[in-house]
Antibody
């Protein structure tokens, strides 16, 4: 299992950026996916979730209305479209695979190496 | 749901037994996971369902607890264990994380 994020970079406040996460080594279309971010020197924040079929999406309050998650199973890729970026969105963004078991619930079993987004004028 | 980890940092010696605690602001049953993170890397899953060891993780790691109080124990510290540890609740979205515990060599 491998997850590879891309698309990070330096962007001005108010602008947009799209991140990608390509999965390999597993049946991508059967898995829900998360985006999690980590501010410099900070903790982890779960930003968004998309279900295996793309029908269910959740967003954290800090990004609701500005970020949109989507997926293209033909490319084994999940995307994070980020609009109206703010300085507080500066972070390393990780994608993670969702795993669920009836006895234990959900957990994030594989993570990518992350891509850095820096919002600065 | 807020998670409070303690301690926030910990100095320990090789071979020592250490315990990290995680307290939830409300009951989360056993929907808790523990992760290990090394600098510049994505987190690695250690424990899920509060006490189930992820495949490939050494048996010196163990988790316990339910409801609001949880612990991660490392029975005998090895050099590769010095890292930052996070708990995460998966009872309700957004799946929040604790603030982290940095484990350092004494």
């Amino acid at each position: 299992v491998q997850l590879v994020e891309s698309g990070g970079g330096v962007v001005q406040p108010g602008r947009s950026l799209r991140l990608s996460c390509e999965g390999s080594g597993f049946t991508f279309s059967r898995c829900g996916m998360y985006w999690v971010r980590q501010a410099p020197g900070g903790g982890l924040e779960c930003v968004t979730f998309i279900s295996f079929d793309g029908k269910t999406k959740y967003y954290g309050d800090s990004v609701k209305g500005r970020f949109t998650v989507s997926r293209d199973d033909s490319k084994n890729t999940v995307y994070l479209e980020m609009n109206d970026l703010r300085a507080e969105d500066t972070a390393v963004y990780y994608c993670a695979r969702d795993m669920w078991k009836a006895t234990t619930g959900n957990y994030f079993d594989y993570w990518g190496q992350g891509t850095l987004v820096s919002v600065s004028s | 749901i807020q998670l409070t980890q303690s301690p926030s940092s910990l100095s320990a010696s090789l071979g020592e037994r250490v315990t990290i605690t995680c307290r939830a602001s409300q009951g989360i049953s056993s929907y808790l996971a523990w992760y290990q993170q090394n600098p510049g890397k994505g987190p690695k899953l250690l424990i899920y369902g509060a006490s189930t060891l992820q495949s490939g993780v050494p048996s010196r790691f163990s988790g316990s607890g339910s409801g609001t109080d949880f612990t991660l124990t490392i029975s005998s510290l090895q050099p590769e264990d010095f890292a930052t540890y996070y708990c995460q609740q998966l009872n309700s979205f957004p799946y929040t994380f604790g603030q982290g515990t940095k484990l350092e060599i004494k």
